[in-house]
């Protein structure tokens, strides 16, 4: 083949594989955004292991490199990250146990690990590099802690079998209810703390992460919107896994938290992504399948309504949370008058109520845990929906000039808005700390850092 022939080739595969990478960056986006991923670990001098360190448990957000495992490693068509909405599914909500994409969701968390060890953790990397390099801290698998062959750690750490770690990364499918991640939490800190024999250990999450966190802390890993435990764990540790989490954590960190919910998820309800401008991904209608989306939706008004809308005349406030709206605006996807999606709608919005209005009212068990709440704070964030001839437009933060940009942005970290990250019941033991950070880039700032280790590690 010729020069130019090699250049026209490349060309096209350069074409193909930017396109496919938009079409992963949208899936990691969806709700909590996606950022760029940190580069992978390198290798350096590191200060020598600290024994009878606090054991410090991080807990991502959403992110495209955990999609992609839950699809064994198929990232397209997005529609296969879909769960299921019939009538079982409905009756098994909340319980970490039923299958509902047809995989066996105990065993994603430690399959995530496996795979995911060589690859940066969103959000998260800079803490865990500080930690490891500076601190003495050293990663493990959470499901054996002598398991140390990560690249953070010197070379000596990941050979030494007989010392346990101390710094561990939990993952979970971030798709499901709120109270199913917390579960899964609950189950590895509860076994960390077994087989480190840590009675605490430091909680820190990321996005999503820690708004699981504070749900772990208030409920353990208990479904408390429908009254069911998580059945995980087995024997003595089950009672501690059903039992607030508070009394197991020492600290919080929690970065750019979604407490009271982002208009991110609102998009991703409403907006497909067609791959190269034409192919639709299926991306909104796995989107519908997903509780954590519903979940996630911006938090209401004492009477109900959430200032969602603009337009040239004002805004309006929207009963959200009502199945009537969504069918009266036209905003679900496929055939709106389906008995079983219908159904599902209805069953998701209820749920999302119930669940807010537990996590907006202040927490005893909360209260116990010193905690660090860090928003961003300048930088554009979607915030309200334009609507443009009766159809929802959403702005991106770098549409400064439109007419309806202020109204439809709030300070934030470019995915969710300062107010909802710091949207948290006060407390004396709560701190806040507004910083200038993008939403994944929080722990590459060094002063951000800086602070959130002598928290950590006062």
């Not at 990397?125 to 500080?130: E, M, P, T, V, W």
């Not at 998009?267 to 791959?275: K, V």
């Not at 929906?385 to 959403?394: A, M, N, Q, S």
Request: proline fraction near 7%; aromatic fraction near 6%; charged fraction near 25%.
């Amino acid at each position: 083949m010729g020069m130019k022939g090699r250049s026209q080739s490349a060309g096209r595969e350069w074409g193909a594989a930017r396109g496919i990478a938009l079409a992963a960056l949208t899936v990691a986006g969806l709700l909590v955004g996606c950022g760029q991923q940190g580069p992978r670990v390198q290798e350096t001098s590191h200060r020598p292991a600290v024994s009878g360190r606090v054991p410090i448990v991080l807990i991502p957000g959403v992110g495209r490199e955990v999609a992609r495992i839950m699809r064994g490693g198929s990232m397209i068509p997005f529609s296969a990250l879909a769960l299921r909405t019939d009538a079982e599914a409905l009756a098994h909500l909340g319980d970490p146990h039923f299958p509902a994409d047809g995989t066996r969701p105990a065993t994603l968390s430690q399959r995530m690990d496996h795979e995911l060890r060589r690859t940066a953790v969103r959000g998260l990397q800079g803490l865990i590099d500080r930690l490891v390099r500076e601190e003495g801290y050293v990663r493990g698998d959470p499901d054996d802690p002598r398991d140390k062959d990560y690249p953070e750690n010197s070379p000596a750490d990941r050979e030494d079998r007989a010392k346990v770690a101390s710094l561990f990364v939990v993952y979970y499918d971030w798709r499901r209810d709120l109270s199913e991640s917390a579960c899964f939490i609950a189950e590895r800190i509860a076994r960390i703390r077994a087989l480190t024999g840590a009675p605490r250990i430091l909680l820190v999450g990321h996005s999503l992460g820690g708004l699981v966190g504070r749900y772990y802390l208030r409920y353990g890993g208990r479904d408390v919107m429908g009254s069911r435990d998580c059945t995980l764990a087995d024997g003595a540790a089950a009672a501690g896994v059903n039992t607030p989490g508070a009394g197991a954590v020492s600290r919080l960190v929690a970065l750019g938290a979604p407490n009271r919910g982002t208009a991110q998820a609102f998009r991703a309800l409403l907006q497909d992504f067609r791959l190269f401008g034409f192919l639709p991904v299926g991306l909104r209608e796995a989107v519908f399948t997903m509780p954590l989306a519903w979940e996630l939706l911006p938090f209401p008004d004492p009477d109900g309504r959430v200032p969602l809308l603009v337009d040239n005349h004002g805004e309006e406030r929207v009963p959200l949370f009502a199945l009537r709206t969504w069918e009266d605006q036209g905003w679900l996807v496929g055939d709106s008058d389906e008995p079983q999606r219908l159904r599902f709608a209805d069953a998701m919005l209820a749920r999302a109520v119930a669940l807010q209005g537990r996590m907006a009212s202040r927490n005893p068990a909360e209260d116990m845990v010193p905690r660090l709440a860090v928003a961003g704070a300048c930088r554009p964030t979607l915030a309200r929906v334009i609507l443009k001839d009766g159809t929802p437009e959403f702005l991106t933060r770098f549409q400064t000039d439109h007419p309806l940009f202020s109204r439809a942005t709030a300070p934030g970290d470019g995915v969710v808005t300062e107010e909802s990250a710091l949207g948290l019941p006060s407390s004396p033991t709560l701190t806040s700390l507004r910083v200038c950070s993008a939403h994944s880039a929080y722990v590459d700032d060094p002063d951000i850092l800086d602070r959130i280790v002598r928290f950590l590690l006062p």
